[in-house]
Every structure is written in structure tokens, then in C-alpha cells.
């Protein structure tokens, strides 16, 4: 039962010829495949040690605003208590006994 159309082949090309370029482009494509997946994973551990630095960051932030909101406090409070800390000498300046 054919509609006696001729029957149409796949390629011009023999099948010999064909399989090798083929093969080359699938190869060619898998490879591009591998480069994106490494690239990619690539920049995934990028991002997270950049978040890791940011969230670093901040901390160190913080504790240096704390720091300096201690640091004032603490001058307010010896001022109020009437302690003499901004005339003391420095500890650096003091020299020991038998230091020369």
C-alpha cells in the first residue's frame, strides 16, 4: 500500500561521512556543556565567599560601633564620677623601676 511517491532518503550524504561530523559536534556540544557546568559551579563558590565577607563585614561593623559607643560611655561615666583620666599620665610614658 504505497502512495507511489518515490521514497526520499534521509541524506545526500553516505552515512559514512555524516557519522563523524556528527559525532564531532556532539562531542564539541558536551564539552561546551562541561565548561558552562564547571564555569558555573565556579561562580557559585564565588557568591558564597563573597556573602561569607559580607557577613564578616558587618559583624566587624557592629563590633566597632559597639566599641565606640562603650568607649563613650565609659568617658561619661568617669566624668560624672569626677575620676581625673584625661590629665593621668600614660601607661606607655611610665617607666618602670630600674628601666632607664
Given amino acids: ?8 532518503s534521509h541524506s545526500a550524504i553516505p552515512s ?27 561562580c557559585k563558590a564565588l557568591q558564597r565567599s563573597n556573602e561569607r565577607l559580607v557577613f564578616r563585614l558587618h ?3 557592629k563590633m566597632t560601633r559597639s566599641r565606640a559607643r562603650d568607649v563613650e560611655f565609659l568617658k561619661a561615666k568617669l566624668d560624672s564620677l569626677g575620676d ?17
Fill in 1 to 8: 500500500m504505497t502512495s507511489g511517491k518515490p521514497v526520499k
Fill in 16 to 42: 559514512s561521512e555524516s557519522k563523524p561530523r556528527e559525532r564531532t559536534q556532539l562531542d564539541t556540544n558536551e564539552a561546551y556543556r562541561r565548561g558552562v557546568k564547571l564555569l558555573h559551579e565556579k
Fill in 59 to 61: 559583624r566587624v561593623q
Fill in 84 to 100: 581625673e583620666w584625661r590629665t593621668a599620665p600614660d601607661p606607655m610614658d611610665v617607666k618602670e623601676e630600674g628601666e632607664e
